[in-house]
Structures are given as C-alpha cells and as structure tokens.
C-alpha cells in the first residue's frame, strides 16, 4: 500500500491498522500532549550547554568532542553521499549518512558554526533526493529514516521551508509509507535486530514530522513499543543476546535510541526498560571484552574494539559506573572508531562527563547465562597485560547469525590472544557468488563457508562431518570459584550423528594455566577425532605431545596429557573456496586420533602462558567432579 504525503493522516491510521500485529488491548497509552517543539529526539533544546561545559573541564570527554569534530571536518572535503547499492543492499550508504548528518548535527548545536549546519543540510537534501531508500532491505530504510529525522530535528528552526519541505516530505514517503506496507515490514514479528533497528528509525522519523500527521505518530509509536519487546523477550533471563558481540552493539545500540528517545520526550520507556535480562545485557557485554579489549567474537561478529555509546546510557540508568570499565580504557586510549562509530555523538549525550576516576573495575570476573547461545566468560583480571580470559561457546548453530562452533573458545592471556575465531565474513562477498547464506538447514550452502563450520574453529570435528544444525550445547555445571573457576558443556547434540556422548569442560585452575578437558564416548562405529585451536600466535616448536607458541614477546605452552603417542600438528587457514575470505597470521593446531566403537575416552590439553610450570594430575579431575 502506497499513501501519497499529502493524503490524510486517517488513512495513514488505517494502513497501520491493516499491518498491526497486536490487539488494542496490548497497544501502551501514549500522552500526545507531552511532545514538545524541536528539538525533541536525545537532546532537547538547551541541553547542549551541559555537553559545552563538560568539554571545558573534563580533557578526556574534549577529546571525544574533538574527535568528532575532525570527522566533521573531514566530511566537508568530500562530496556528500551517493546512491551507490552493493548488491542488494543500500545499507554502507544509509549508515554512512546517518555518521555525517548526526555528527554535523551534533557539531553545529555544541558550536554555533555555521559551516556544520549548511554541510548537513547538504546531506539531508542529498539523501531526501534519492529515488528511494531501498525499502526491499528495509534496515536501509531504518538507518537513513534515523539519519534525516535527527537532523531535521535539530537543524528545523533554521532550515529554510524549502528545506523543511523536501526533507519532511522523504522522511514521509521514502521512511514511515513503506513500513505501513505487509511486503516490507515483516521485521515487525521478528525476533532479531531489525525489529530493533527498524522500529528505532521509523519512530524517530514519525516523532520528526509530528506536526504534520500527529494520530499516525501516535500509532506508529503505538505500534513500535508493542513490536519491539518480541526481540527484548530473547534477553532473558539474564541479559545473554543470542546474536553476540556485533549485534548486541547494533539491535541493543537502536534499542536504547528508541527507549531513550522516548523517555526524553515522554518521562518514561513505558516498561520496555523493565523487560527481564534487557538492562542485565549490559553486564553480558562487558563481560564478552577480555582485558585487553578484544572482543569475544563468536557467531557473524567482528573484532574491533572502541568506545560504546549504548553502554553510558545502561550504567547511568542503573548507576553502576563498573559497567564502563572497558569503557574507560578506550576512553583513555583516544578509541572512539570516529570514522566508523556512526553513534558516537550519543556517548556525549548519556555519558554526562563522568569522571574516569569514578570508574573502578567490576567485583564479578565470570559471567554465565542461559538462553538459545549459551556462553561463559571467565577472567583472572580486569587489568590491562594481566591474567588469563576465556570464552566458551555453547548454543546451536540454528540460532540467528550463528556458526558451528559449539565447543569452541577464545584464550587471552598477558597481551596476547592465543585461541582466536575468525569471525564473520562479510555477508556481499557470499551472496554475490550465487551462495544461500541465510538457509540455516544442515544441508546449507552456509555451511560451506570455511568460517562458518566447526573446521576454522577452536573444537572438535569427528569423522570430517559438520556440526548439527538443530543440535544445542547447554551449560550443565559452572563455578566462579575464583582459584578453579570452570564449565562444562555437554555437546552431545551437536556430534549425535557420530558421538554416544560428549562433554567438554574448560577451566583457569588457580588463576595460571587453563585446561580444556574432553570427555568422549564413541558409537557403533570407529570415530577419527580432530582437536584444533584456531590460533594467530606463532608456532615456534611442536614436539610430540607439546608445543610452544610465541606473540608479542610472550609464550604459550600446551601439552595433552592422557593420549599416550598422540602428536600435535598443524593446518593452514588458506580459503578452501574462491568465495572464502583470506585468513592472514592464522594457524590451526591440534592432533587427530581414532576412537574404537563403543569406546570412552577423556583428555586435557593444557594451555600454559608465561615460562610453564608443573601442573598438578590432581588438578586434572574428571568432569563429573568439576
């Protein structure tokens, strides 16, 4: 259904109607009276000056400043966005307008200068000029609608009716019509981040224009409230988002716009704040960052680090400044990701200049939860070239954006990350060789993709098969015991097509060494078992069951104990197809074994950093035992 602008906002009301996916009954009372002139979105009028004062007494939050400001500087030099799609998707563009035009935004009202507010109206106009903004990938639409709404928000009583006009009119046509169409907007029964991104972007567009269609605002905001709490329900019980570190920063990251957005304009997020595990997730977070600040990037997750606005906003919300231990690092290491972090003008709105010395470290040093991806993260420190961090994989690969690594972990220790995982690979360079990435069936071309099964991955393949897809690895035991702090999966689903039984347990035992014990039980038929870690350290000697690596000016030692004869070895990382992304300074290490029929089996690999010392068989208990 298509609704010209200029029609009336009553049969813009009834294509909402025609789309809603909840009775009346559940829709929130929203108090229409409560919205206010522009600006309204994040910063109301006036509030800049507290951002003014901030930046001259705190150095730290003046570099943010500044470093924004240096983008928006370099932003005059170029020429504003273009449509340019890559493959399917509008999206590189959408995002890249809404960095430009909420920093310019952000830039003029903190500076008065001129220069910023004529650049972003450039960018506005730009963008509105597009034919479209490719509504058939609607987080396009989302990002683009979020980009345009805030700045005409924040530029609108000195935008010029022409400007007003053209703006106001593609926020209408281009943004909030094709969400009220059924072939575009099924993201509003999803479960994942574009419920977040997408009912985030449409509401800031419809708080944008309310003055010219005030009922359906009101609707659309009706309707986003409702919507977006099916994606909040995935975070309970305990704040584990099933999508991992990226996505957490993306669908939590327009979670938190949209519930601060409305908060500001209406005194409350009417209860979304309140969805059990949501504000717990900000714990979760912290916890997949190891001490050096490299992420735990399981599932379609990359690996770059820097500042997270979205984590402000959760530790002023429940007054915890530990949530931004990480935070302050980058903080204080200038890693704000300015070219890239299209959301960073929101940390000087939510971080309220404080204090990096109010900032201590958080008294918890592990954290486990339940849900669809379960994961463990356990540390020996929070400080930065100190101790050892683990993160230990469970879950399905039939979860949203997951591979097959059940089992799989990540070890830091020092300065160095030891066991690694490539992460995501960018999701273009699939689709454009003809590949079916988004099947998650077992017989999936997704599967195919070197980074995405379990081979790339630090655990365990039997008999050359993938993982199961429907197969799920529960925790079954942890402890934070702070001298054995340990888990164990049990990942028998994920290897029944070859395994009777399997567990594997990871534990930091008296926080110096980590072992990761396996325990296997074989089926009806002999099983050939490989172990391998994905590794980006060198390999400087294998000897038998022994092995030492070298990063950074720091060793690693490992050993198997319980595998009499068995012989590390290792294997390249080189793309197996055309379409598989290059994996530099990656090695795997490991060992294959064979495991009679009706067969049980348990060994350690023990992961020693530093100069080695003598462990303990003691220490070595049977998984029943941890």
Known sequence: MYIPVQMKPALLFIGILLTATVSWSQMPLIDSAKIQDHPRLLLLKGEEERIKTEIRNNAIWKNVHDAILKEC????????????????????????????????????????????????????????????????????????????????????????????????????????????????????????????????????GALA????????????????????????????????????????????????????????????????????????????YQHLISQEGAPFNYSDAGSLEGLQPAMFWFA???????????????????????????????????????????INEPAQKTWAGKGDNQVVMMRTSWKKNQGIYVGFKGGSPSVSHAHMDAGSFVMDAGASRWSADLGMQQYN??????????????????????????????????????????????????????????????????????????????????????TVRDELESGDSTCIIRWTMLTPAKIVA????????????????ISVAGLPGVKLQTWRTDPPHSYDAVNPGTTLIGFEMSLPARTKISFNVILV???????????LKELDQW
Request: glycine letters at 8%.
């Open 429 to 514: 360079s699939l689709e454009s060789a003809g590949l079916s990435i988004w099947d998650m069936s077992q017989g999936s071309q997704r599967w195919d993709v070197f980074r995405y099964s379990n081979f790339s991955h630090s655990t365990l393949t039997v008999n050359g098969h993938l993982q199961q897809v429907k197969g799920n690895a529960p925790l079954v035991s942890f402890s934070d015991d702070s001298m054995n702090t340990r888990a164990v999966l049990d990942l028998t689903n994920i290897y029944k097509q070859d395994l009777a039984n399997a567990r594997r347990g990871i534990a930091i035992i008296n926080k110096q060494y980590v």
């Open 542 to 557: 294998i000897d038998g069951h022994q092995a030492q690596l070298e990063s950074k000016g720091q060793k690693l030692f």
């Open 609 to 619: 950093p530093g100069e080695g010392i003598a462990i303990k068989r003691s220490d």
């Open 316 to 358: 002023d919300k429940l007054n915890d400044p530990t949530l931004l231990f990480v935070e302050k690092t980058y903080l204080l290491e200038s890693k704000f990701n300015a070219r890239t972090n299209r959301l960073l003008p929101a940390a000087m709105i939510w971080g309220k200049g404080i204090a990096t010395e109010k």
């Open 73 to 204: 500087d370099s932003i005059l030099k170029k020429y504003p966005v273009e449509r340019t799609m890559i493959g399917r998707r509008l999206l590189q563009v959408s995002r890249e307008g809404l960095r430009r035009i909420f920093f310019l935004s952000y830039a003029w009202r903190t500076t008065g200068k001129k220069k910023y507010f004529n650049r972003c109206e450039e960018e506005m106009l730009a963008v509105c000029n597009f034919s479209n903004w490719n509504p058939d990938h609607f987080l396009d639409v989302a990002e683009m609608t979020m980009a345009v709404a805030i700045g005409y928000d924040w530029l609108y009583h000195d935008l010029s009716e022409k400007s007003k006009n053209v703006i106001r009119k593609a926020i209408i046509e281009k943004g909030i019509n094709p969400s009220l169409e059924k072939k575009y907007n099924g993201w509003l029964r999803g479960t994942n981040n574009w419920n977040q991104v997408c009912n985030a972007g449409i509401s800031f």
């Open 209 to 284: 224009v309310y003055e010219d269609q005030p009922q359906v605002t009101m609707e659309l905001l009706r309707r986003a409230v409702t919507s977006i709490v099916k994606p909040m329900n995935e975070y309970a019980p305990a704040g584990n988002y099933k999508e991992g570190y990226s996505y957490w920063g993306y669908g939590t990251s327009f979670n938190v716009f949209f519930n601060s957005a409305l908060e500001k304009i209406f005194g409350t997020a009417f209860g979304l704040n309140e969805q059990p595990g949501f504000m717990e997730s900000a714990s979760f």
